[in-house]
């Protein structure tokens, strides 16, 4: 053992326990004159929005899982499983990639996934495995490093599902999704499979994704009423108002034909929202539209007759709603625990099981009627939590719970490793062998908490931006807009029902917890200052977006001033000089009040400089970062140079005259004008002399001692008449030079 273990070391320095695993299979297969095939086989089982409040071996209260149950029977139930951005493209490219969303570069639904860059299924093609991806894929992209692929287009159909193949073309396949991605992955193993090799099979179902079509042999579950989650009433009182904002409760944002399944115009529009409409109907064959309608269309008469008589109070309506939503929902999740069922089986009945890993789990978690909720992206528990299951025979030992804190950038370095391959170094999650031969303990230096991101504001449910850390007892959110923190004592409080942030007798394990955030972001390379960002669920912002982009589609422009609220008081209080100034030289004001780095990277994006190609751009951006984060200069100055990175990509020719961020606070030292001038220090240097030139005029501001007059900066941050006279006067002999 000490020499594998010195071998080991000089293997790679950290991680020994890795990748002494790793050389001693290596050293085993050479010593024995065996091949690869010794190495386990994968089967992953990955379905989409199945919460753990619905598996048995979770401790379901409302549903059967027997399947699914096998895997906690015979290997190891992970309770404390997460995931890292709580949406289903997402958190599939961290699984591909072992990285967090801000590197991976997939933050939101409908970004389309670099596959170039480094996932896991190529290294395990390189190390010998034979890989198969069957079913929900859902990155924009291609599956790139499998063997073979067949993946549903999208976000897939339940009904008569269509499939792009390895070619480039489309089949429509008859059939129920659910039990077609099972047949395919049974056919692979049966027909495709090599042999000679071990094997990664992704089986990723599309159930049990809104809008729940079950399948017609499962209608007949769920007779009885499914008892209700006790917050199903929340009123999210004693958290963060942004809770009430969202559009993703049962009560409100139900969908007529979409979610709730009724044909025809929308009757109840105080109730229900009219705008999906129920495309799995419209896919589905005369005789399954028959067999469908003889389910649906009694009780939803029988429900319109009692609305129509006024007979059900809103709460009523809700309960009926909850009903309808949850039965759906579980009902395709008897289709997924079958799934599993028949693989396992396969398994059994070849005898592969003793040397496959089975592995189930689902991009995320979902409320199933908690905080009154249906969908996820928030941090709380019921979306934070994945399901991890696993059976490993000889490995792992039977009937055994985990309370190691694990996450899905585990899975890609987890897969490699268990193959004898080398999990890069740029990978952020750890390969959970270590504990996985530990009996499912976490080994001590295994990680104490997680972090965890959410991006996709300004979209479908408004839910906002937010992060935060999670560790065995506490939870820690931050939401940027408005700069608010939630605590939560998940030992005392597991619903989550009441943030402890300014409770005194937390004083300590809030201070605790921000230094952990802190650290953990640090730790993962979060800066967000350079991750573009939307502010597009705020309205006055949005619509100051969408009128600049307008203005940036005519082109025509020939000088550019971009920033904050500084800059976009050129409207206001600056107006006169910029008149005298500006107005006749093709201008225009990208400015927006509040704005950090990450919203102007956002909207330079986004349409605000669609087909403008400036002279001159003018940039002046920082401030806010330092007003509302204190952030660290160097994090801002990255946000400023890929600012300048954007407008080079965009604009080539444009010349910028990059200001330094103006002084702030009345005297000089006050520190948020300290962050200033230490953001200063570092993007001074990013002056090229060429495309782009660096001007502070932050001292033409202030008096002969450092202060900053009331009559230059009223607030000690913004401008004065007097202050843009000054600040276009210290201009002005630039933008000659540069030939405005
Ligand atoms: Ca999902």
């Known amino acids: 053992m000490g020499f594998l273990k010195r071998l080991s070391c000089l293997h790679c320095s950290a991680a020994c326990l890795h990748c002494c695993a790793v050389v001693v299979i290596s050293l085993l297969c050479c010593e024995r004159g065996i091949a690869a095939d010794q190495r386990p086989n994968i089967v992953f089982v990955f379905s989409d929005d199945h919460a753990v409040q619905a598996i048995g071996a979770y401790g379901s209260r409302i549903n059967e899982t027997p399947n699914i149950d096998r895997l906690a029977k015979e290997g190891a139930v992970f309770e404390r499983s997460f995931c890292a951005n709580s949406i289903c493209g997402p958190s599939r490219a961290c699984i591909l990639t072992g990285k967090h969303s801000h590197i991976n570069g997939f933050l939101r639904n409908g970004n389309r996934f670099d596959g170039s860059q480094t996932t896991f299924p190529p290294l395990l093609q390189q190390a010998g495995y034979q890989t198969a991806m069957i079913g929900k894929w859902h990155l924009g992209t291609d599956p790139v490093g499998f063997d073979y692929w067949e993946v549903l287009q999208g976000q897939g159909n339940y009904y008569n599902p269509d499939f792009k ?188 099981a003793k040397n496959t890993i089975f592995i189930y789990s689902s991009d995320q978690g979902f409320y199933l009627g908690e905080h009154g909720w249906y969908d996820k992206r928030w941090m709380f528990e019921e979306s934070l939590k994945m399901p991890f299951l696993i059976r490993w025979p000889g ?174 008081a050129w409207e206001a209080g600056g107006k006169g000089v910029w008149q005298q100034y500006y107005a006749d030289r093709k201008p225009i004001n990208l400015g927006f009040s509040g704005d950090r780095t990450e919203h102007v990277i956002w909207r330079l994006q986004h349409g605000n400089f669609a087909k403008i190609k400036p002279k001159v751009a003018v940039l002046m951006i920082g401030t806010n970062n330092t007003g509302h984060l204190m952030q660290d200069p160097a994090e801002v100055a990255a946000g400023v140079k890929r600012i300048l990175e954007i407008l080079a990509e965009r604009s080539p020719k444009t010349r910028v005259v990059l200001h330094g961020v103006f002084p702030r606070g009345r005297t000089p030292i006050d520190a948020g004008r300290l962050n200033n001038v230490a953001i200063n220090q570092i993007i001074r240097r990013f002056a090229d002399g060429k495309r782009v030139q660096y001007l502070d005029i932050g001292d033409s501001f202030l008096e002969s001692d450092g202060s900053l007059s009331k009559e230059i900066m009223p607030d000690a941050l913004h401008l004065s008449v007097e202050g843009y006279k000054r600040w276009a006067k210290a201009l002005e002999p630039v933008l000659v030079e540069l030939g405005l």
């Not at 609305?307 to 109070?313: F, V």
């Not at 370095?413 to 959970?432: H, I, K, N, W, Y």
């Not at 009128?547 to 082109?555: I, R, Y």
Request: charged residues 30%; aromatic residues 12%; contains cysteine.
């Open 165 to 352: 193949q390895m070619d480039g073309s489309r089949k429509r396949r008859e059939g129920y999704c659910t039990d077609i991605v099972t047949d395919l992955s049974l056919e692979w193993l049966k027909e495709q499979r090599d042999p000679s090799k071990p094997f990664m099979l992704m089986c990723q179902h599309k159930a049990p994704h809104r809008n729940w079509a079950p399948a017609a042999r499962h209608f007949k579950l769920f007779k009885d009423d499914v008892p209700e989650p006790e917050t199903l009433r929340d009123d999210y009182a004693g958290r963060v108002e942004l809770l009430k904002e969202n559009e993703m409760t049962i009560r409100n944002h139900m969908h007529w034909e979409h979610d709730m399944k009724f044909h025809g115009e929308n009757l109840f529009p105080k109730y229900f929202v009219g705008k999906h409409t129920n495309g799995e109907y419209r896919r589905m064959t005369p005789k399954q539209k028959k067999v469908w309608d003889e389910q649906y269309e009694a009780p939803n008469q029988a429900f319109i007759k009692q609305m129509k008589a006024g007979e059900l109070s809103d709460d009523e309506i809700l309960s009926w709603k909850y009903q309808r939503y949850i039965k759906d929902y579980l009902r395709c999740i008897a289709a997924v625990d079958e799934s599993v069922g028949r693989l396992l089986e396969y398994l059994d009945e070849t005898g592969l």
């Open 395 to 568: 490995v792992v030992p039977a009937e055994t719970r985990s309370t190691a804190i694990i996450q899905n950038i585990d899975y890609g370095p987890t897969f490699l490793d268990v193959a004898g391959a080398e999990v890069p170094a740029a990978m952020q999650g750890r390969s959970l062998l270590p504990v996985l031969q530990n009996q499912c303990k976490a080994p001590s230096d295994w990680r104490d908490a997680i972090y965890y991101a959410y991006y996709e504001n300004a979209s479908v449910h408004e839910v906002p931006v937010h992060d935060g850390v999670r560790n065995d007892r506490y939870k820690l959110m931050y939401f940027p807009r408005g700069s608010k923190w939630q605590l939560f004592d998940l030992e005392k409080d597991p619903q989550e029902m009441k943030s402890v942030h300014d409770d005194p007798a937390y004083a300590e394990v809030f201070t605790g917890l921000k230094k952990r955030y802190k650290d953990l972001r640090d730790f993962y390379d979060v800066n967000t200052a350079t991750i573009p960002a939307t502010r597009g669920d705020e309205a006055w912002w949005s619509e100051r977006d969408k009128a600049k982009t307008a203005q940036a589609k005519q082109g025509n422009v020939d000088l550019a001033f971009i920033g904050d609220s500084i800059t976009q």
